[in-house]
C-alpha cells in the first residue's frame, strides 16, 4: 500500500537558519506530491506540488522541495526561516491514477527568535 | 482570493446523534472530499465527490457516513450515530480537476467534533 513518512515530528530551528523537512513515499509507481502547511486555527494550504518534469519544485514563502526518485523522497527546504514559518508542514502523495491524498504524519516547527 | 468554508468550527454532541458538517467549496471546483485526522494521529482520507456522487471512499467511509451536494454551493458530511472515535478534525477540500488530472486539493480550515 502507498505510504508517506515524515520522519522528524519535531524541529527547531533559529530565526534566520535554514529549514530542511524530511518526506519520503513509498509508492509503485512515481507519485505525485505535495506540500501543505497548516498554521494554528488555519486550514490546510497548499506550498508546492510536484507532478512531473523538474525535479526542483518553487512554492510559495520562499519554500522549495527537490524530487528524488532514487531515495523516494521530496524534501522541503526554505534558506532562511522567518518566526512567521512556526507550523505543522505535511507531506502529502496521491497515485498518478487516483485521486485522494495520502498524508505523512506532519512535522511541527518551532522557530526561535 | 477564494477558499473553502467550513461550518461550525467545533461542534460538541452526544454518542448516539446525528452531526451535520458544512462545507462551502470554491465555486468553480467540481471536486469535493472530505478528510479526517483523529488527534496524534495523519490526515486520513474519507470520501471524494464527482458529478454528485461518490467517486471513490475509504474503509472508514462506512454506512454510518454520507455526504450530499444539496445545493450549488454546499457539500455536507453527516455522521448518523456518532460514536466517540468520530471525534476528530474534520477537512474539506475541494478542486477544479481530479489529482490524477494534475488538480490541485484546497483545503477548508476544518471542524473540530467532539463527542462525549
Known amino acids: 500500500a502507498q505510504s508517506v513518512t515524515q520522519p522528524d515530528i519535531h524541529i527547531t530551528v533559529s530565526e534566520g537558519a535554514s529549514l530542511e523537512l524530511r518526506c519520503n513515499y513509498s509508492?509503485?509507481?512515481?507519485?505525485?506530491l505535495f506540500w501543505y502547511v497548516q498554521s494554528p486555527g488555519q486550514g490546510l494550504q497548499l506550498l508546492l506540488k510536484?507532478?512531473?518534469?523538474?525535479?526542483l519544485v518553487q512554492g510559495i514563502k520562499g519554500f522549495e522541495a527537490e524530487f528524488k526518485r532514487s531515495q523516494s523522497s521530496f524534501n522541503l527546504r526554505k534558506p532562511s526561516v522567518h518566526w512567521s514559518d512556526a507550523a505543522e508542514y505535511f507531506c502529502?502523495?496521491?497515485?498518478?491514477?487516483?485521486?485522494?491524498?495520502?498524508f505523512g504524519g506532519g512535522t511541527r516547527v518551532l522557530v526561535k527568535p | 482570493e477564494p477558499e473553502v468554508t467550513q461550518t461550525p468550527s467545533h461542534q460538541v454532541t452526544q454518542m448516539g446523534q446525528e452531526v451535520i458538517l458544512r462545507c462551502v467549496p470554491i465555486?468553480?471546483?467540481?471536486?469535493f472530499y472530505w478528510y479526517r485526522q483523529i488527534l496524534g494521529q495523519k490526515v486520513e482520507f474519507l470520501v471524494s465527490?464527482?458529478?454528485?456522487?461518490?467517486?471513490?471512499k475509504s474503509e472508514i467511509f462506512d454506512d454510518q457516513f454520507s455526504v450530499e451536494r444539496p445545493d450549488g454551493s454546499n457539500f455536507t458530511l453527516k455522521i448518523r450515530s456518532t460514536k466517540l472515535e468520530d471525534s476528530a478534525m474534520y477537512f474539506c477540500?475541494?478542486?477544479?480537476?481530479?489529482?490524477?488530472?494534475?488538480?490541485?486539493?484546497?483545503f477548508g480550515p476544518g471542524t473540530r467534533l467532539t463527542v462525549l
Open positions: 465527490f464527482y458529478n454528485n456522487e461518490i467517486s471513490e
Open positions: 477540500a475541494s478542486s477544479m480537476e481530479a489529482v490524477s488530472n494534475k488538480g490541485t486539493q484546497y
Open positions: 465555486s468553480n471546483h467540481l471536486y
Open positions: 510536484y507532478f512531473s518534469g523538474d525535479t
Open positions: 509508492y509503485g509507481a512515481t507519485p505525485y
Open positions: 502529502a502523495g496521491a497515485k498518478a491514477a487516483g485521486n485522494k491524498l495520502t
